[in-house]
């Protein structure tokens, strides 16, 4: 079942290109608890599962799975990725070895 879904923006040349999040309620999967999330990269759908020990678990983890593969992608990188209008950042946390990448209100947040 779909919990929500967050937009990010990509921008091409004068065009914004939409690349959705999509987060699903976590679920049992005995004796772990998965939390599955997909992302509308350019170059096709991503799909993950990460697991935990609780939902809880499975869907922190997930949240922070979905802000390691924003701050490391090749779209981050070269500056053509965005989450809101005035602001920098994505809205997700990220694992605390690569929270040097955080920027904006994210830097601030996380």
Same mark, same amino acid.
């Given at each position: 079942?779909?919990?929500?879904?967050?937009n990010?923006?990509?921008?091409?040349?004068?065009?914004?290109?939409?690349?959705?999040?999509?987060?699903?309620?976590?679920?049992?999967?005995?004796p772990?608890? %998965?939390?599955?999330?997909?992302?509308?990269?350019? *170059? @096709?759908?991503?799909?993950?599962? +990460? /697991?935990?020990?609780?939902? $809880?678990?499975?869907?922190?983890?997930?949240?922070?799975?979905?802000?390691?593969?924003?701050?490391?992608?090749?779209y981050?990188?070269? %500056?053509?990725?965005?989450?809101?209008?005035?602001? *920098? @950042?994505?809205?997700?946390?990220? +694992? /605390?070895?690569?929270?040097? $990448?955080?920027?904006?209100?994210?830097?601030?947040?996380?």
């Amino acid at each position: 079942m779909l919990i929500l879904t967050h937009n990010l923006y990509l921008r091409k040349k004068n065009e914004d290109r939409k690349i959705e999040i999509r987060i699903f309620k976590p679920e049992f999967l005995g004796p772990a608890w %998965g939390c599955r999330y997909e992302i509308d990269w350019p *170059e @096709g759908t991503q799909v993950m599962m +990460p /697991n935990g020990m609780d939902a $809880l678990q499975a869907l922190s983890l997930a949240l922070k799975m979905i802000g390691a593969d924003i701050y490391t992608s090749a779209y981050h990188r070269e %500056g053509s990725l965005r989450a809101f209008e005035t602001e *920098e @950042g994505y809205g997700f946390p990220v +694992p /605390n070895n690569i929270r040097d $990448l955080l920027v904006g209100i994210d830097k601030m947040s996380f």
